[in-house]
């Protein structure tokens, strides 16, 4: 059975920085685009940062350019997201996400993943 997991969230002030990890069980992503989506409430789950499988190819949602990272660590089977210079608006919960089809390219749509974690909170008070 396919796992992913996220850890990382929690409450941090305006300006202050987080890295969220996403770990794998069940399966490699050595060949795979991964990514970090949110779902802010009220609002619909968009696509934060991906990733594709050799790291060459990222992409980041405009609204994070600059502040956030995407990262993989093939070894570990895993991904990461470094968030600095954090704002409220950025409030939310983070999900992680991997596409099943190998060398498939990044992605914005939620539909093309299909795998996800259970997500993670994000909460930045002003």
């Known amino acids: 059975q396919v796992q992913l997991g996220e850890s990382g969230g929690g409450l941090v002030q305006a300006g202050g920085s987080l890295r969220l990890s996403c770990a794998a069980s069940?399966?490699?992503?050595?060949?795979?685009?991964m990514a970090w989506f949110r779902e802010a409430p009220g609002k619909e789950r968009e696509l934060v940062a991906a990733?594709?499988?050799?790291?060459?190819?990222?992409s980041y949602a405009t609204s994070v350019k600059g502040r956030f990272t995407i990262s993989r660590d093939n070894a570990k089977n895993a991904w990461y997201l470094q968030m600095n210079s954090l704002k409220p608006e950025d409030t939310a919960i983070y999900y992680c996400?991997?596409?099943?089809?190998?060398?498939?390219?990044?992605?914005?749509?939620?539909?093309?993943?299909?795998?996800w974690g259970q997500g993670t909170q994000v909460t930045v008070s002003s």
């Open positions: 069940g399966r490699t992503f050595t060949t795979n685009t």
């Open positions: 990733i594709n499988w050799s790291g060459e190819d990222i």
């Open positions: 996400a991997a596409r099943s089809r190998a060398y498939a390219g990044v992605s914005t749509w939620t539909h093309d993943y299909n795998y």
